[in-house]
Structure formats: C-alpha cells, structure tokens
C-alpha cells in the first residue's frame, strides 16, 4: 500500500469495512490488499468492529 501513515491507512480500512468509500476508492483498496497479503490480512482482522473495540478498550485500560 502506498499509504504508509497508519492513522490513514486505519481510516480507509474503517471507511472501506463500513461502506464509506467511494467506488473508485474501493477498487484501489481492492487491489491493494489483492496485491499485499499482509494489508488483507489487517482488513480481514478489523472486519469484526465489535472485536476491534473490545481490543481498543482491553489496550486502554491495561
């Protein structure tokens, strides 16, 4: 992935997981994780958002 903020790379993957990219947005992510299979598998662990809160929640308390 071109991106390498995290911050940004975080909000597109949010964006993508809950329907708010756009379609040319899409294909690219699309593309991308085609072609980076670390990249999918980071898309593929935030696709349970309840999860991804819970982590969030675990990391601020500890």
């Known amino acids: 992935m071109a991106e390498r903020d ?4 975080a909000e597109k993957i949010f964006s993508y997981r809950t329907g708010k990219l756009d379609a040319a947005e899409r294909d ?12 999918k598998a980071l898309v593929e662990e935030l696709h349970d958002l309840d999860h991804v809160q819970k982590e969030m929640i675990y990391l601020l308390v500890i």
């Open 28 to 39: 690219i992510l699309e593309q991308q994780m085609a072609a980076d299979p670390a990249l």
């Open 6 to 9: 995290p911050f940004k790379i």
